[in-house]
């Protein structure tokens, strides 16, 4: 098992920029990838980013793209996301989670095995 705890969350007004970040411990050699999801009110949770451990590929919302960048540091275990240029309808709690499964979509919250706890951010218009 992974345990991760998240940081970075806020409130910042549209157009500011956030980071957020995600430190893993436990089993983390067991990690094949890691994304970030996100939840608004009353909404269901959907993706945002992923980044897989090894090889740094990455994979974004079309919703993010080009304003969020998903990064790592594998020596400290931790994921990034980088959040720019933000909307007040990014506002949300946001998630970071991890798999070491390899042959399911990165997208979905089913491919993911652990989470962490949450993190709120909130863009002020």
């Known amino acids: 098992q992974v345990q991760l705890v998240e940081s970075g969350g806020g409130l910042v007004q549209a157009g500011g920029s956030l980071r957020l970040s995600c430190a893993a411990s436990?089993?983390?050699?067991?990690?094949?990838?890691m994304g970030w999801f996100r939840q608004a009110p009353g909404k269901a949770r959907e993706f945002v980013a992923a980044?897989?451990?090894?090889?740094?590929?990455?994979y974004y919302a079309g919703s993010v793209k080009g304003r969020f960048t998903i990064s790592k540091d594998n020596a400290k275990n931790t994921v990034f996301l980088q959040m720019s240029s933000l909307k007040p309808e990014d506002t949300a709690v946001y998630y970071c989670?991890?798999?070491?499964?390899?042959?399911?979509?990165?997208?979905?919250?089913?491919?993911?095995?652990?989470w962490g706890q949450g993190n709120q951010v909130t863009v002020s218009s």
């Open positions: 989670a991890a798999t070491p499964q390899r042959l399911v979509p990165l997208t979905i919250e089913g491919g993911y095995d652990d």
């Open positions: 436990g089993r983390t050699s067991s990690i094949y990838a």
């Open positions: 980044i897989n451990w090894s090889l740094g590929v990455t």
